[in-house]
């Protein structure tokens, strides 16, 4: 049945065909001739070869077949329609290719022809080799997916020296000795090359193989041959999606021709063949109706063929999707998809007023409190901002009385009181509101006509006030320096109901400086004190604060300006005290003043020499620079000196001042650099100043008072009993030598680099002066400060209690002047051994080896040239013992 109908629809095919010869009156022209090698058998519906239909003829628009055995597409591959039996050894038909635009018909020969089974050669035969020719490649195909029967024959392989001589022919490459192993072989005698199993031109899609031919012996009748074997595709592979599952969002404002998306799906087959080239189409739409999409058949576009989409009617539609290959034919595969496309919210709904009316009653002085809550409704997606309301008082708000938010949660308008209401003046208020959303409206629609509207009506009740004080900010005026006593009106607070202003008690809440008092009954204010108007900041104003209370006791508060009118009672002030002139650089220096009065007494000033004599006229000169300034100016010729300038300045009014001004002409650069001291007048001690004086006198007599008690006190004064504890002191002194120290009353205080003859002497009052310390020592002992001679003083002459002291005196500087030559001579002798060479074995530095010892020095019971004296070392306590013993001679 299906080979009847084929070949019914070529037949209509052809009669078309010379109906259009007949009609356009086609010049026909034959192109090259097309030879396709096929086996003897030839299934239904495979591929038997392809023509290059472009090389004929670009712009055919009709390719028809003369045989109806046989069909040819677009992309020239030819089709068995039927299984064909090549009984002969050659078939032939004509492929037609027309161009009706161009009046245009040519004709392809194509020959279908198989081999014939050559004979044996006989391996006797002496082979003639023809160097100068090859066999040529043989183009070669087969189908993927064949059925058989297997081995398939694909082709012959001949050599020239088949003509004349016996070959063997073999072969090699992918498929015979490469993987897939096995796949062809060559009968050597023929040449016939066979195939054993289907092949897949998605994993295989051509086999180039080598052909050997070589006679008996193993002599090569040609060189190698390379045989390519292409696999031809077959439409095995379905076109598979992507995707199983797309998604796409579009929003619902959105216009004809919008791209929703693009799907793409992909083919295994043979690139740019009809097994590949696809065609999209959508199969199904849930909701089914209207339809809202379509699809570009090549690129896989979904676009929008509605004016606009309603979320709020449909918010999601199911798409099924299709890809077909074969350009959409009927006998193409195809595969399917889902395409799922959420409609988003746009605000294509303005909401609306449930009710466009509303009347609300509220009490006068209330603030700060809900009075009603206005509903809305909208379609749009709920929560988004499409949704939500916002809410605007168009009329009646002029005054700022009200103010309208959103509730959130539930997307109510909530109108508020935020200033009080005054019955008495606003009885009932009439407020137009508006409602939008918070994104701006997506249809082309005028934004009056997206905003709805509804009228409130506020009834302010009445209530019973207590006293009201408007203006809250009263004043009056009160003139300067007035007396004491002098009276007038007040702060009045009124009845809003009876707009009176009796029967109210007044109250003073705050007064600064105390200046005012007020009448509990009038509110009427007297001065308690003589206002000074330069005594306010900011001057000019004073600010009272006032209560006023009705009989119910409900009050309010107001505040009393008092407005202090200015009296010329202060003269101008001149700034400066004290000014330096550098001369020669500086010519002149500007002088300034000041007038704490209003500027009515103020300004301009007028300055002058205040009674000048005639050498200061002749040296300095006053010029005006300003209103509040003058420019003072000194002669070339005077003299670097400081002068003491009176200067007079006045007001406009006459109010005058006069001050007597420092001018130091000092010859510099810089002010600063004049260093010159500078005399004041009229410098006077107060009296915490005096009494620091005084006290520091008589410190100063005490502290001297002390001084010479003691200094007669010690002169009178033996030995005490205790006096090796009063002497005993810490010494951490080790090297050089033993360091003695004696007290004011004469005891040893030094033996110098360890010599038997100590130097005994009084040390007097030492007294510290910026870390310098001065000390008085009397001179004796075995070298003086004068002349070097020796005084040997025994411990019985120190501690005689009294050493008749030499009136001369030296400071420790001189002292240590003397001392320390002698003291550097005697270690530079002591370090240095017998042959006089300089030694370290001698004079060491000791280092602090921690703090002394708790019993205190052994320095002076070091010195043993004494025996005398030693007796009140019987008398020591009884932690002094054992160093007693030591220092004792025994």
């Not at 004509?94 to 635009?101: K, Q």
């Not at 490459?173 to 092949?199: A, S």
């Not at 010599?755 to 004796?780: A, D, P, R, Y």
């Not at 070091?862 to 030591?886: C, H, I, R, W």
Request: with cysteine.
């Amino acid at each position: 049945m299906a080979g009847a109908g084929s070949r019914s629809s070529l037949r209509g095919a052809l009669c078309r065909l010379l109906l259009t010869v007949l009609v356009f009156d086609f010049a026909c022209e034959a192109c090259r001739k097309v030879i396709l090698n096929t086996p003897a058998n030839l299934e239904a519906d495979k591929m038997v070869g392809r023509v290059n239909l472009q090389e004929c003829l670009k712009s055919a628009d009709l390719i028809q077949s003369s045989d109806p055995d046989f069909r040819v597409l677009g992309d020239g591959s030819v089709y068995t329609a039927r299984a064909v039996v090549l009984s002969d050894e050659k078939r032939s038909f004509t492929i037609r290719l027309s161009d009706s635009s161009r009046q245009t018909q040519k004709e392809i020969p194509v020959l279908l022809e198989h081999q014939k089974v050559p004979r044996k050669r006989h391996a006797r035969e002496t082979v003639l080799r023809r160097s100068k020719r090859r066999w040529a490649p043989i183009p070669c195909s087969m189908q993927e997916n064949s059925l058989g029967p297997f081995p398939l024959f694909l082709q012959q392989v001949q050599s020239d020296a088949a003509q004349n001589y016996t070959v063997f022919y073999s072969i090699s490459g992918r498929g015979v000795d490469q993987e897939p192993l096995n796949l062809f072989f060559i009968d050597k005698d023929t040449g016939n090359l066979y195939c054993t199993k289907p092949v897949d031109r998605e994993e295989y899609d051509v086999f180039d193989l080598i052909a050997y031919a070589t006679t008996a012996d193993g002599y090569s009748a040609d060189l190698p041959l390379p045989l390519p074997i292409r696999v031809e595709d077959e439409n095995d592979n379905h076109p598979i999606f992507t995707e199983q599952v797309y998604n796409f969002e579009v929003p619902e404002s959105s216009k004809l021709g919008t791209t929703v998306g693009v799907v793409c799906a992909t083919d295994r087959d043979e690139p740019d063949t009809m097994h590949t080239r696809l065609k999209y189409s959508i199969l199904e739409q849930t909701p089914r109706s209207p339809g809202q999409f379509s699809m570009h058949p090549t690129s896989g576009a979904i676009t929008m063929v509605s004016q606009y989409l309603d979320r709020e009617v449909v918010d999601k539609y199911k798409l099924i999707l299709k890809v077909q290959d074969m350009d959409g034919q009927f006998f193409g595969l195809m595969t399917t998809s889902t395409c799922l496309i959420t409609v988003t919210d746009s605000n294509d709904n303005a909401p609306n007023f449930l009710q466009n009316v509303y009347t609300v009653s509220v009490e006068e002085n209330t603030y700060n409190v809900e009075i009603l809550r206005i509903p809305v409704q909208d379609k749009d997606l709920i929560r988004s901002a499409n949704w939500r309301a916002n809410f605007t008082i168009l009329k009646g708000n002029e005054n700022g009385h009200f103010k309208i938010s959103t509730d959130e949660k539930t997307n109510e308008g909530i109108l508020c009181i935020v200033k009080p209401l005054n019955y008495e003046e606003i009885p009932q208020v009439v407020l137009e509101i508006g409602v939008s959303n918070e994104s701006p409206f997506t249809r082309d629609v005028p934004l009056r006509a997206t905003m709805n509207r509804a009228l409130v009506t506020v009834q302010v009740k009445d209530q019973d006030e207590g006293p009201e004080c408007s203006p809250a900010v009263q004043r009056v005026r009160i003139r300067e320096n007035s007396a004491k006593g002098t009276s007038t009106s007040g702060y009045k607070a009124y009845d809003p109901e009876t707009k009176r202003s009796t029967g109210f008690r007044y109250k003073k809440l705050h007064d600064p400086e105390e200046w005012i008092t007020i009448d509990e009954n009038s509110g009427s204010i007297r001065t308690s004190k003589v206002l000074d108007r330069e005594a306010i900041t900011p001057r000019r104003d004073y600010n009272v604060t006032v209560m006023a209370i009705d009989p119910d006791g409900r009050s309010c508060t107001g505040t009393l300006v008092v407005n202090i009118e200015d009296v010329n009672d202060n003269a101008p002030k001149i700034l400066q005290n004290h000014v330096v002139i550098c001369k020669p650089k500086m010519e002149y220096t500007d002088i300034s003043a000041f007038d704490p009065d209003d500027s009515i007494h103020g300004p301009p000033f007028k300055f002058s020499l205040e009674n000048p004599s005639s050498e200061t006229s002749r040296m300095w000169t006053l010029s005006t620079v300003n209103d509040t300034a003058a420019r003072l100016s000194y002669n070339k010729n005077a003299a670097v000196d400081v002068y003491y300038i009176p200067i007079t300045v006045r007001d406009r009014e006459g109010q005058s001042a006069t001050k007597t001004l420092t001018v130091d002409l000092c010859a510099c650069t810089h002010p600063s650099q004049c260093a010159r001291t500078v005399r004041t007048t009229g410098v006077s001690l107060g009296k915490w100043a005096i009494l620091a004086i005084l006290l520091g006198i008589a410190l100063l007599f005490s502290v001297l008072l002390t001084l010479v008690c003691g200094i007669v006190g010690a002169r009178k004064k033996g030995f005490p009993e205790d006096l090796a504890q009063q002497n005993l002191i810490i010494s951490n002194t080790e090297a050089p030598g033993d360091d003695k120290v004696c007290s004011a009353n004469g005891f040893t205080t030094q033996t110098v680099n360890n010599s038997n003859h100590g130097f005994c002497g009084t040390m007097g009052s030492g007294v510290k002066n910026g870390g310098l310390e001065t000390i008085e020592m009397v001179k004796g002992g075995h070298h003086t400060l004068e002349s070097g001679r020796s005084h040997h003083h025994t411990l019985d002459s120190c501690r005689g209690g009294h050493v008749e002291m030499e009136n001369s005196r030296h400071t420790y500087s001189e002292w240590h002047n003397f001392t320390q030559p002698h003291l550097r001579d005697k270690l530079h002798q002591y370090n240095k051994n017998e042959d006089h060479l300089s030694s370290r074995d001698y004079v060491l530095t000791y280092n602090y080896e921690g703090r002394g010892s708790p019993v205190g020095s052994v320095g002076c019971c070091s010195d043993k040239q004494e025996e005398e004296g030693l007796d009140f070392l019987n008398n020591l306590e009884a932690k002094f013992t054992t160093l007693a013993e030591t220092c004792t001679k025994r």
